[in-house]
């Protein structure tokens, strides 16, 4: 119950293009969910974040929609740029400020955008 | 930008032996936590420390496994006696608040 699959596994977009990875989840007592990009030999960083009380949120070409319903959200990066390429992660906690709430992570897809 | 430091970037150790793994998190951050990533997986929760105990620790932390914040700057992670499948990349993060998490550039650990 605790698991968020997410797809698809690796991903090839063309410059310009629009990159859509989904996730879904189980435990309806998830509260926050962040994505994370990772760049090869680096660290995962947070790109953004949603709590489940918005069904959309948008930081530059980067917007995460939430179907709180269907338990499924989803991150799409518009223009999508050779800079983009890298593995993102789709994760999710239950609690989030205020507590060492740890998160649960997607399995992760390797984005390559092509030129 | 304030950046969570880890140390050394590569450990390779032998099975059985006792590694620390060392994370300097950013200095006003209350919350820290230690992950994994076994090579080309997700990335696993193992701990989270807060207020110098820990706050909630994952199936994979058993009692091989300990973290200390020896003192108000080092957050470290041991290992007592390595096996071949703890082989992985050890991120260290640490928050201000518990969210969002800022993570380390990660330990990577070979146990032969």
């Known amino acids: 119950q605790q698991q968020v699959k997410q797809s698809p596994q690796s991903l090839i977009v063309q410059k310009g293009g629009i990159s859509i990875i989904n996730c879904a989840y189980e435990n309806t007592a998830f509260d926050y969910f962040p994505w994370y990009q990772q760049f090869p030999g680096k660290g995962p960083a947070l790109l953004i974040a949603?709590?489940?009380?918005?069904s959309e949120k948008k930081e530059g070409r980067f917007t995460i929609s939430f179907n709180k319903s269907a338990k499924q959200f989803s991150l799409h990066i518009m223009d999508s740029q050779p800079g983009d390429s890298a593995t993102y992660f789709c994760?999710?906690?239950?609690?989030?400020?205020?507590?060492?709430?740890?998160?649960?992570f997607g399995t992760g897809t390797r984005l390559q955008v092509t030129l | 930008e304030p950046e969570v430091t880890q140390t050394p970037s590569h450990q390779v150790t032998q099975m059985g032996q006792e590694v620390i793994l060392r994370c300097v998190p950013i200095?006003?951050?209350?919350?820290f936590y230690w992950y994994r990533q076994i090579l080309g997986q997700k990335v696993e929760f193992l701990v989270s420390f807060y207020n110098n105990e820990i706050s909630e620790k994952s199936e994979i932390f058993d009692d091989q496994f300990s973290v200390e914040r020896p003192d108000g700057s080092n957050f470290t992670l041991k290992i007592r006696s390595t096996k071949l499948e703890d082989s992985a990349m050890y991120f260290c993060?640490?928050?201000?608040?518990?969210?969002?998490?800022?993570f380390g550039n990660g330990t990577r650990l070979t146990v032969t």
């Open positions: 993060a640490s928050s201000p608040t518990g969210s969002p998490l800022h």
């Open positions: 200095s006003n951050h209350l919350y």
């Open positions: 994760a999710a906690s239950i609690g989030w400020a205020g507590t060492a709430s740890k998160l649960t």
């Open positions: 949603i709590r489940p009380d918005v």
